[in-house]
């Protein structure tokens, strides 16, 4: 070997790096289509994280309240500000953590807005043709999909079926509430006031020195105080007015809706309106279904009292009434029967079988009677529900 040569050395094979979804450049040639599936597969694997993130991200709010809920829970508050903190905190982080991705990997968008344009006839995306091959793998699952779906419909059917029919057979509708228009008087409210600390032991009840002011304090943890003011029995107006030391924009929220309630002459009415505002963190909206709604992720404040009422049957006549007598007595007739029964054991077959009939008939028209069950319940709705 002459003097001076050197022996090249043997360079590592360098795997392609794939960057913002796109493979390297490198020496040797890559398949265009491997390179576009590997893009491909990382957006996907992208919107998948993505996507998770996300569904994390929509419990955030009542896992961060959570504290606040079960507030009797913690030893002391300063117990309970650390949990909470905590939870704040890991919610700032999963927000943070997920717009940071979706700013980072912004190239999975672009290169979905880059291939709807590209793929787009005169504007419009290309849809798949009904005269195109199906692949077979696609076949079995469209076979498959179909047959589910018509299982589906078959039960959702049934489904449907079953609630028109105990519609029908409930026969309930929705009647108002009748309100008080005349002055309820001192010891009306006594009884309303004494009734309702029985009824909510949660609730803490302060009358003032002269009676004129009760003020209705929830459970700490919620720090809400309503004031109410009777109003005079010599006064035109039998309305309650309610105040509320207003610290929030909730505060604020609630107030408008105690406020503009309707039958604002009974007591008995407002105070159950204002116990129903113990769940307000977890109850959700009865026409939308939802805990918040609006830009402020507004509570469902508004309260309405609901009256239905129903027909129901009556009851069928128990069995244990009809089970047969023993004969155990002495004059061969069944033990316990009354003087009108051991009557009847002396008549012929065809005026016992009469009377029967008319006893069933009447019978058959006692349990197909209907009566009327009346219900009463509180929903809830947010302001921009009932707008």
Known sequence: ???????????????????????????????????????????????????????????????????????????????????????????????????????????????????RKDGAENGEVRRWKSSAPVPVYLKEALADAAARGKTNLKEEEEEREKKRAAAAAGKEREVPIEEVLEMEGEEARERIVEEFRTEHGDIEITPDDDGKIIKIGLPKALN??????????????????????????????????????????????????????????????????????????????????????????????????????????????????TKEDKGKAGKPRDSLLDEKSGEDAKQSADEDAEIELIEEHWASYHEGCLA
């Open 224 to 337: 809400l105080t309503f004031s109410i003011e009777f109003p005079d029995i010599s006064s035109e107006s039998n309305r309650y007015v309610v105040t509320l030391p207003v610290s929030s924009y909730l505060h604020m929220l609630i107030l408008r809706s105690v406020t503009t309630r309707p039958n604002s002459g009974s007591l008995k009415y407002l105070l159950d309106m204002l116990a129903t505002y113990k769940t307000i963190y977890t109850t959700k909206c009865s026409k939308c279904g939802k805990l918040t709604n609006g830009p402020k992720a507004d509570l469902p404040v508004v309260r309405r009292l609901k009256k239905t009422i129903k027909l129901v049957r009556k009851d069928k006549v128990d069995d244990s009434e009809n089970v047969d007598r023993m004969d155990t007595s002495a004059d061969g007739q069944p033990a316990g029967l």
């Open 1 to 115: 070997m002459p003097t001076g040569s050197m022996i090249p050395s043997k360079s590592s094979t360098s795997q392609p790096l794939v960057q913002n979804g796109t493979p390297a450049v490198t020496g040797a040639p890559e398949d265009p289509e491997a390179a576009e599936e590997s893009s491909l597969l990382s957006a996907l694997t992208l919107l998948h994280q993505m996507h998770q993130k996300l569904t994390l991200l929509r419990e955030s709010i009542p896992h961060m309240v959570q504290p606040i809920m079960k507030a009797g829970s913690y030893s002391t508050s300063e117990a309970l500000f650390e949990d909470f903190s905590k939870r704040t905190l890991k919610a700032s982080e999963d927000l943070v953590e997920f717009t940071t991705l979706v700013s980072d990997e912004k190239w999975v968008f672009e290169k979905a807005s880059t291939s």
